[in-house]
């Protein structure tokens, strides 16, 4: 299963309080994230934190490229391993973020801009298709209000207007991820409230 949302919507607080709800009821967990910790995710991160920097022009289609190699080594190195021995595995992230940032930072058109939109699926053909995606949908205003909380420098993807451009993208995530399993939560409230929405939402899949 997969947690998604903007910067600052709490997908690493919720992933990490869904599993160890399952850990109480003895089931075997792995909570991972995206970038990956390998090889292509380290380069990424020192992407995202301004450590190495990207050429302006085709930043957004450069960035979907390196996601997707780092999606399909993570899959094979982490995920598929952990699933045939009988793992729950919780994604922080998965391609549904590609094609959200991507397709909104490559151009005017924005997300869901049917080319760039197109580009990305089939970049990520052969990502294994999550059993359910989680959006945590949250206030854009109330994300930035988190992320200061936090602390550290802004990363890449952590401007206010983009963030806002992201949460309307994220709100429409059936439209990007046709046939998936997608269920959205009001994220807004506290990380009790959230965490209860979540277990509750996802009951009858965890019970499958």
């Known amino acids: 299963m997969v947690f998604e949302g903007i910067d600052g919507a709490g997908t690493s607080t919720q992933a990490e309080r869904f599993a160890a709800h399952l850990r109480a009821a003895r089931r075997m967990v ?120 936090r602390g550290g420098a802004e990363e890449l993807f952590e401007k206010t207007e983009l963030q806002a451009r992201l949460a309307e993208a994220y ?3 059936e439209e990007l991820v046709p046939g998936d399993r997608v269920i959205h939560i009001d994220g807004n409230g506290s990380v009790d409230e959230v965490a209860r929405a979540i277990t509750a939402a996802l009951s009858a899949v965890v019970e499958r």
């Open 171 to 173: 709100r429409r995530a």
């Open 30 to 149: 792995h909570v991972t994230r995206e970038p990956s910790a390998g090889p292509v995710g380290a380069l990424l991160r020192q992407v995202l934190t301004h450590r190495i920097s990207l050429p302006g022009a085709r930043q957004a289609e450069i960035m979907a490229l390196l996601f997707s190699a780092d999606r399909l080594d993570h899959l094979g190195a982490e995920i598929e391993p952990l699933l045939r021995d009988g793992y729950v595995v919780i994604s922080d992230r998965y391609d549904l973020s590609s094609l959200a940032y991507q397709s909104t930072t490559a151009g005017e058109d924005g997300a869901g801009s049917g080319a760039i939109v197109e580009w990305i699926r089939e970049l990520n053909r052969h990502a294994l298709r999550p059993d359910v995606t989680v959006v945590i949908d949250v206030a854009p205003e109330i994300a930035e209000k988190r992320r200061r909380g």
